[in-house]
């Protein structure tokens, strides 16, 4: 489970800005919004929100969350030599600060069951620094340190005794580890075993969609060819409420489609359905989600494209793949704008997914949005919401309601829309 991400210098983010997931004292919601996890005397959240107005820097917290990942995942096997890494410091300071690294560090407990420390800096050019620490038993371990010297030009290495690797292993790994590339994905690379945890965990169970990326619909398709997971799509779609009474999948051949226009209904693939890996197939395949629904005056079902559905409803169907995936796999899910087509009541559900016994492995949900409805101490704890603001700088900073001690029955909506926790938008006038 996630505990804590901390990001400095990137894209509006200046100073360090930090989101805990560690619960507070508060009894409220305990059994519901707070998992206890693996350490007991650690109590974690379940969710948070946060809000902040357009180009505040909700959506930068999240895209941090995603590079830092994608760095995790790809620096040893997708960057080359001399490859620029995809960070962007804040460009409104001195040109010094431009030039610094960005910073990212995250707590979290792997499936192992052991709580990791991580973190690392990086400017487009090179790694500035990396360091893991683990906490075996609820003891420190330092595993690793690498620090670039700009004096010597050299990075400088250091390896704990609890880092399980002999010295050849070691200058191997450290050696083959290129200026633009992580230690941690270069050890995974070359077969470190003991680091596999970190690894999976980072780029397996933290899901990101930050904006311009949605929920894959293959996971929701993959559902709904599986006799067994197909009930849990529906499930799913019918707790939401929103007339469907049941889905069918169609797959079907296909003819060329004229380039980049697909039939009614139909999803394009770019694999072969039930074939083995390598192999072609004669003639392309679509698929047609059918969504049917059940008339008012008499027993008879009609039928609709899954296209011609709502943008809610279709967005809805979109995330129940993913949703049901992430709440199965005990995944810590960050979403951009949740509430993007969908009711009120709908984001609503999807929250409330989390704090449900359905959520029995301690999945995570963080997610952006401007619902105020969500505002409400019947959903969400006080210490699950968060806010965003710029300062005159352009700086975003990120902080917690908990720093204004709102009483346990204020109205946090009306208190949100007033401008007492700030982070909303000052609209001016156009009048001449």
Sequence with gaps: MLIEFGVA??????????LSMVASPDATHLQRNVSPGQNKELRLLRSAVIYGANAAGKSNLLRAVETFRQLVQNSATGFQEGYAIPVTPFLFAEEASCAEPSEFEIIFTADDGVRYHYSCA????RVFKEWLVAY???RAQRWFEREYDAGSKAQRWWFGPNFSAERAERKVWHDFTRDNALFLSTAIQLNNAQLRPVFNWITQKLIVLV????????????????????EQIMRFMRAADIGIDRLELLEEDSPSAPAGKLPPGAVRLHFEI???SGSSPQTPKRLRVLAWHKRADSREEVALDIDQESDGTQKLFEFSGGWLRALEWGATLLVDELDRSLH???TRFLVGLFHSRKNDKNAQLVFTTHDTTLLDTEL???????????????????????????????????????????AIPFIGSIAG
């Design 274 to 276: 039930g074939l083995p």
């Design 380 to 422: 969400l704890r006080r210490d699950q919401i968060w806010f965003v603001e710029k300062d005159k700088q352009g700086s975003s900073s990120l902080y917690s309601l908990l720093e204004y001690s709102p009483r346990k029955d204020e109205a946090l909506e009306r208190g949100y829309l007033k401008g007492r926790y700030g």
């Design 136 to 138: 075996p038993r609820g």
């Design 344 to 346: 009120p009541h709908i």
């Design 9 to 18: 210098n990137f894209r509006s983010i200046r100073t360090r800005q930090k």
């Design 211 to 230: 904006p311009g990326v949605v929920m894959n619909p293959f996971l929701s398709l993959n559902l709904l060819r599986d006799v067994d997971e197909h």
């Design 122 to 125: 990086a400017s487009s050019e």
